[in-house]
Structures are given as C-alpha cells and as structure tokens.
C-alpha cells in the first residue's frame, strides 16, 4: 500500500457564491475526484452542542470560524471518510471547497496537502454574487445566506482574510476562471487544465 505524507490536492477557490459547490460536486462524480466541501461538514454539526451554538454564532454575523476549530473539524471528518473507504489517498485527488479560508489556515495544512492546481473562481461583479447567494438561501434554506447585510460582510471577510491565500501559494499553481459563465461553461475551463494533470495515483509514484 502506497504510504503519503501529503494529500494530493485541488483547491476550488473563490468568493461566496462563485459557484465553488457547484463545482465541486461535479467533479466529486469523477472517478479519481473526492470532493470535500468544509461548508457541509459545518451545516452537518448538531445546533445544539456546544460547538453548533459556537458556529451558529460565527455563521449569523458571517464571520470565519477560528482556524484552530475548522483544521480540527476538517482533520476530524477527513480521517472518518478515509476510515470508510469513500475517499483513497494512493489514487485519488481531494478537491478543497472552502478551506483553507485564511493565510493561517493555509499554513496549518501545509503538512497535509501538496497542492497541485487552484482554480480560483473570480466574479468581480459583486451583485451577481449577492443575487445568486440569496437564491440560494431560499432554495436551500441556508440561514447564512439569506440576509444582505450579513452577505455583505461575508464578501468583506473574504478580501481582507480569505483572498490573500492566493499570494500564499503563488500565481504558479493559479488557474483564472470566468465565474460569472453559466456553470457548465466554468466546468468546460476547468476539466480543459485538469486534462493535462497527471493522475494522484501516477503523483504518488514518482514521489
């Protein structure tokens, strides 16, 4: 059995409502492809424990979560899913949505991740972002995303916390994508760089 150190990994990086999770799980559906979105595992924890009235807390006023807590939770759910055989390291790359969201983030993870690509998901149109936020809130019910105020400092959040992750990693790694395409059309952009990757399970090898 092959042995890492690293994760092999593919950031989907962007502003919220870029389409990160759209994205995301599409590629999940790809053999070789596990997607983990950090937003599911913070929607899955129970409200009323300790730790969900202390995200539910961060959520309403759209502040990051400490980064201690969400590398905690990641390691936590990410262990559990190798556990279960749903995501295979010796062959498979995790596809990040939503982490790492700060520089420190970012950092704390650099032991476990070799990333390979990030395909930042730029919408300078920050209207559209809102807009499509908002439908989202009354699709999925998703309380963070239903009030203009609070989406607002969510968009501030991720300028002065989240963008800067990108100069963290460096422009050798980034892929510009058109987010404000129709899903489909991002999809065709990114599914053109990842056809020339090498597969995770042939990455491993020549470790």
């Known amino acids: 059995m092959l042995r890492r150190v690293q994760y092999e990994t593919i950031l989907l990086f962007g502003a919220p409502g ?5 994205q995301g799980k599409i590629l999940g559906t790809i053999p070789g492809f596990f997607h983990f979105a950090s937003g599911d595992v913070f929607r899955s924890i129970d409200l009323d424990s300790e730790l969900g009235k202390a995200f539910l807390e961060y959520s309403k006023r759209g ?15 990410l262990e559990k899913i190798i556990n279960l055989g749903r ?3 010796e062959s498979d790359f995790l596809v990040l949505d939503g982490i790492p969201r700060t ?5 704390m993870l650099s032991g476990h991740i070799h990333v390979h690509r990030i395909y930042h998901l730029s919408c300078p ?7 499509r936020m908002r439908a989202r809130a009354l699709k999925q019910n998703r309380f963070d995303d239903a009030n203009e105020e609070v989406i607002r400092h969510r968009l501030k959040a991720y300028d ?12 050798d790694v980034i892929v510009e994508i058109d987010a404000a395409q129709r899903p489909h059309k ?10 020339g990757l090498k597969p995770a399970e042939q990455l491993v090898e020549d470790e």
């Open 160 to 171: 002065n916390e989240t963008k800067p992750v990108l100069d963290y990693y460096g422009k």
């Open 87 to 89: 995501f295979r390291p």
């Open 125 to 131: 149109e920050r209207a559209k972002l809102i807009e």
């Open 63 to 77: 502040d990051l979560v400490p980064d201690d807590l969400t590398i905690q939770l990641w390691s936590d759910h």
């Open 186 to 195: 991002v999809l065709l952009d990114i599914l053109a760089d990842l056809a």
């Open 18 to 22: 870029s389409g990160k999770g759209t």
């Open 103 to 107: 520089v420190s983030q970012a950092e």
